[in-house]
């Protein structure tokens, strides 16, 4: 469903600011995978996700998804394969404009563009029933503008229009972080929730190790532009923060110093 190969990324190349972002990256999701990705700052975990998304082009290598070489096809024509929460409760969604509106907009991204109604009864009744599932009381407010919503209330609803569609992979790039402890947890449900019933092939990067390990069958460690750690469904059953630490030390010959991520622990 998701193949990078050999994925490279320089910033700045040949000035005194050059930066390798991605050093090689090869990474492939089956279909139904939920891979977590977990790093310390600059480890390249979001310039990843922005290559996926097409906000990014690689120097060189391929990007494939569904069987398709998506690697110089723009951002707003692969939108229709993706769907992507970010860390900020504010960028998934139109605060302007209505819940309805905005659940409207999100259902159509990978549909023809008619003349028709753009909500009719059918539709409408879909989205009751899809608020409903958030247990939020959100669907008795398809009026209320986003804006007016709390910053979970609008990650929920972020996370609820990446997922209409069924695209072929899900980005999640920090969508919790930014949330306190307690509507971090119930977004964090929300995602399994979400990803399990429609069996949606996913990549989510987090700070958070403990996050990393409570959802998703697969992990990866990524470090200056290389994923230097690979754990398969089995292995993950029985890892631990204090092992991925070690794993850590073991490859790199340093401990992981990243205050983020530890204080994530």
């Known amino acids: 469903m998701l193949k990078l190969q050999a994925i490279n990324k320089i910033f700045n190349e040949a000035t005194a600011d050059e930066k390798i972002a991605l050093d090689h990256i090869n990474l492939e999701l089956k279909a139904g995978d939920f891979v977590t990705v977990i790093g310390s700052n600059g480890a390249g975990k979001s310039t990843m996700l922005n290559m996926i998304s097409g906000a990014l082009t690689p120097d060189f290598g391929e990007i494939i998804i569904d069987n398709k070489d998506v690697t110089r096809l723009p951002e707003f024509k692969r939108s229709q394969l993706i769907g992507r929460v970010f860390q900020d409760p504010m960028a998934g969604t139109a605060p302007t404009m209505t819940i309805e509106e905005n659940l409207a907009i999100a259902f159509s991204r990978n549909k023809k563009r008619s003349l028709k109604s753009g909500v009719d009864k059918q539709r409408k009744e879909f989205f009751l029933q899809s608020l409903e599932t958030l247990h939020l009381n959100l669907e008795n407010r398809l009026n209320a503008k986003v804006g007016l919503l709390s910053g979970g209330e609008r990650q929920a609803l972020s996370l609820l229009m990446a997922t209409f569609t069924k695209p072929s992979i899900l980005l999640l790039d920090e969508h919790t972080a930014a949330l306190d402890p307690s509507r971090a947890e ?62 850590f030390q073991r490859i790199r010959g340093e401990k992981l110093t990243s205050d983020r991520t530890l204080l994530s622990v």
């Open 186 to 247: 119930l977004i964090s449900n929300l995602t399994k929730q979400l990803v399990e019933k429609d069996q949606l092939t996913t990549l989510m990067v987090t700070h958070n190790m403990q996050q990393a390990l409570d959802l998703g069958n697969r992990l990866i460690m990524m470090d200056k532009g290389q994923i230097i750690l690979e754990v398969g469904e089995e292995e993950k059953k029985d890892l631990t923060i204090a092992k991925l630490m070690e794993e």
